[in-house]
């Protein structure tokens, strides 16, 4: 089999203390720059696809392009659906060749979520396929309006949680959010839940929403013309503290279509450039760079 399931890659990451980048890729020219970063990195790597980004692609195309990349590659590539809310996304991902899906029943309330993991886990371990779940919700708590509890992932649910659905991996809610706006203050995380979670459960975690915004990066976006506000990503002192403490999977998608925009539209400010793959080849150039700091960054200790 060309590419390895999330338990096998992130067992590995569990076992010696790092995390592995789980990259979102919507093309051809993404999926190609996160996987020849992580190649000449020598780093492991999880490239997923969000239930969007299939309907963006086409589900035919996206097991077949990236086997024919991985095949060719000496690192563990593992291709894993994200954010699948249903039983039918799931199987389909699965049947197409899918080596890690994520069910993200979150949303509804815990025995729903239960009954929903477990029938994918069910299907999933029958066709030597693992699967990541969510307990907890990645909303930001910014404004206090919404109460720590009821958002962050709680410790003593988490376990009963993994027993009952015996999930390969978890993703908790400690403080991230999705997108580019995730704090309005200083980047923090919930490290103290975290220990807690993971002195009850011993499986590897996953941090969603840690994409890191970097001031470099959103120079270089702004110095190419974008806008981009008050953005405000995880840290990297937070991240290597999450990842000291159970965390083993990091989902990025913003830091890379930042970086890519980035090498486009500086690109096309000259603007005699009309061949499409001069502006893509430099929007890959910057999405390898950032994939390669970011590695660097899960790799310490
Ligand atoms: O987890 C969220 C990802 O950034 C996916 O976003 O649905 O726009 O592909 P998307
Ligand atoms: P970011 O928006 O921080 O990149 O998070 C991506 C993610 O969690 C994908 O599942
Ligand atoms: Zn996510």
Redesign the pocket.
């Known amino acids: 089999m060309i590419l390895k399931s999330g338990k096998e890659i992130l067992e590995k990451a569990k076992q010696n203390g790092y995390a592995v980048g ?1 990259f ?1 890729f919507s093309n051809l020219e993404q999926l190609k720059a996160i996987l020849l970063a992580c190649e000449e990195m020598k780093s492991d790597v999880i490239v ?1 696809t ?1 239930p969007s980004a299939i309907k963006y692609m086409g589900i035919d195309v996206v097991v077949p392009m990236v086997e024919s990349i991985a095949k060719n590659l000496s690192i563990s590539v593992c291709l894993n659906l ?2 699948g809310k249903d039983f039918d996304l799931v199987k389909q991902c699965i049947d197409m060749g899918y080596t890690n899906v ?1 069910i993200d029943a979150s949303d509804l309330p815990f025995e729903q979520n239960v009954e929903l993991t477990k029938k994918c886990v069910d299907y999933a371990h029958e066709h030597n396929v693992s699967v990541e779940a969510e307990l907890g919700s ?1 909303k930001g708590v910014e404004d206090e309006v919404v109460a720590k509890e009821s958002v962050y992932t709680n410790p003593k649910l988490a376990k009963e949680f993994v027993e009952k659905t015996g999930v390969d991996s978890l993703a908790v809610s400690i403080g ?5 706006y ?1 704090f309005k203050g200083e980047s923090h995380l919930d490290i103290e839940r975290l220990k807690e979670i993971k002195s009850q459960i011993d499986i590897p975690f996953v ?5 890191s ?1 970097s001031d470099e990066l959103k120079s270089m976006f702004i110095a190419s013309g974008g806008e981009i506000g008050n953005a405000k ?2 840290s990297n002192q937070n991240l290597i503290e999450s990842i000291k403490n159970g965390i083993c999977k990091v ?7 930042i970086a890519f925009t980035t090498g486009i539209r500086e690109c096309l400010k000259d603007k005699t450039i009309f061949n499409p793959r001069d502006y893509l080849l430099k929007g890959m150039d910057m999405i390898k760079e950032e994939v390669k700091r970011k590695v660097g960054i899960l790799n310490m200790k």
């Open positions: 789980a979102n997923q969000s994200d954010h994520m990645l991230t959010s999705h997108g580019a995730k941090l969603h929403g840690a994409s915004v990503g995880v989902n990025v998608d913003t830091d890379l279509r």
